[in-house]
Every structure is written in structure tokens, then in C-alpha cells.
């Protein structure tokens, strides 16, 4: 079945440096892949969504990049903000979408 | 718009009863999807439904089910309560079928089951 690993270990940065998460997977190569964040308590929040012909993806301060090679995408917030603390998810879709797998999720602290 | 309403928001149970959790979806959407999140195995895709049809389908028991009504909003019934299905259950919706689309997520509704 799909494994899908992002770092377990809480990741802390100082304010306005950029976080990078990672996000690792195997066993088949997904369609789509998507960034949500979640905060404690309450539901995720859909932040990006990258495809497999896709290298990059922007919006606002937030890129997602897409290496179907190495199995992994990559998730930057620059300039960070207090307020950008919570827990990230990737997410992946096979093609025909009847395969769809969360990652465990890191959290990040942005730290004033 | 109002957003995704899931109720009850919380819920306790005893093993071997049966629970009902609701989902209504924003205004317009006809895809209602259902996950369970626990800390063990985060959060995991239950099933999908779009226009009252079920398109897609997780990896769970038979003893986990849902429907979905005319109007979009979802039911997702899960019987004979194991202390296993303790968790946060989320619905999510969207416009379209299939994951692709953007997906908005309600609250929750935290089940313990003792």
C-alpha cells in the first residue's frame, strides 16, 4: 500500500525565515499531490495542489514543488509568520481518484 | 457562504452500539467525502459520494457506511462500535467529483468509544 512520510518531528524557525516540509512517498506514482494545512481542533484548510507534469507551483508565499524522480514534494512558506504555525499535510490522488492518502503531517512553529 | 457543518460534535459511545454522523455540505457542492483521523494513522479517506452515488471508496470495514440525499447533505453510520473507531470523523466537500477538486472541510465530529 502507498506510504507516504513527512517529518514527524516538529519543525521551528525563526519569523521570516522560510520553512521547507517535506513530503516523501512510495509504491506508485500519484496524479495529483496536495498541501493542506490543519489547525488544532478544526478541519485541514486546502492550501496547494501540484500534478505530476508540474515542477512548481506558487501562491503568494507558499511554492510546492513536484519531483516525480526522487518520489517527494517540497512545501516553502517564505517569510514566515507567527500566525503560519500549524500542522502541514501532503495529500495524494491517484488518477481514476479512487486512491487518496494523507500524510501523518508536520507541524511547524514560527517562533517571533 | 456558509461552510461545512458536521453534527454532533462530539459524541460518546459504548462498544458493539451503532452511530449516525452528519454532514451538510456548502451550498452547491455535490461531493461529500468522509475521513477518519486518529493519531495512529492520521487521516484516512472512508468513501465518497456525489449526487447521492457512492464514487469512490477507502480501505475500511463494512461495518463503516454512508448515503448521501438530494439535497448533498451526508450520513456516515458506522455499527457494532469498536474501541478502535474512537476518532475525529470529517467530512469534506466539493463541487465536483473526484480529488482533484479543491476540498472544504467541516469541524469534525470527536467519537469515543468506551
Known amino acids: 500500500s502507498q506510504k507516504i512520510e513527512q517529518n514527524s518531528e516538529a519543525l521551528n524557525i525563526q519569523e521570516g525565515k522560510t520553512a521547507t516540509l517535506t513530503c516523501n512517498y512510495t509504491?506508485?506514482?500519484?496524479?495529483?499531490l496536495q498541501w493542506y494545512r490543519q489547525d488544532p481542533g478544526r478541519g485541514p484548510v486546502f492550501l496547494l495542489l501540484?500534478?505530476?507534469?508540474?515542477k512548481e507551483k506558487r501562491k503568494e508565499r507558499l511554492k510546492v514543488t513536484f519531483d516525480t524522480t526522487l518520489k517527494q514534494s517540497l512545501f516553502h512558506i517564505t517569510a514566515s509568520q507567527p500566525a503560519d504555525s500549524a500542522t502541514y499535510l501532503c495529500?495524494?490522488?491517484?488518477?481514476?481518484?479512487?486512491?487518496?492518502?494523507f500524510g501523518s503531517g508536520t507541524k511547524l512553529n514560527v517562533k517571533p | 457562504k456558509a461552510g461545512v457543518t458536521q453534527t454532533p460534535r462530539y459524541l460518546i459511545k459504548t462498544r458493539g452500539q451503532q452511530v449516525t454522523l452528519s454532514c451538510s455540505p456548502i451550498?452547491?457542492?455535490?461531493?461529500v467525502s468522509w475521513y477518519q483521523q486518529t493519531p495512529g494513522q492520521g487521516l484516512q479517506f472512508l468513501f465518497e459520494?456525489?449526487?447521492?452515488?457512492?464514487?469512490n471508496k477507502g480501505n475500511f470495514p463494512g461495518r463503516f457506511s454512508g448515503r448521501q440525499f438530494s439535497n448533498s447533505r451526508s450520513e456516515m453510520n458506522v455499527s457494532t462500535l469498536e474501541l478502535g473507531d474512537s476518532a475525529l470523523y470529517l467530512c469534506?466537500?466539493?463541487?465536483?467529483?473526484?480529488?482533484?477538486?479543491?476540498?472544504?472541510f467541516g469541524p469534525g465530529t470527536r467519537l469515543t468509544v468506551l
Open positions: 501540484i500534478r505530476e507534469n508540474e
Open positions: 469534506a466537500s466539493s463541487s465536483y467529483s473526484g480529488h482533484y477538486n479543491e476540498q472544504f
Open positions: 495529500a495524494l490522488a491517484s488518477y481514476n481518484f479512487n486512491k487518496f492518502y
Open positions: 451550498s452547491g457542492h455535490r461531493s
Open positions: 509504491n506508485y506514482s500519484p496524479a495529483y
Open positions: 459520494y456525489f449526487s447521492e452515488t457512492q464514487r
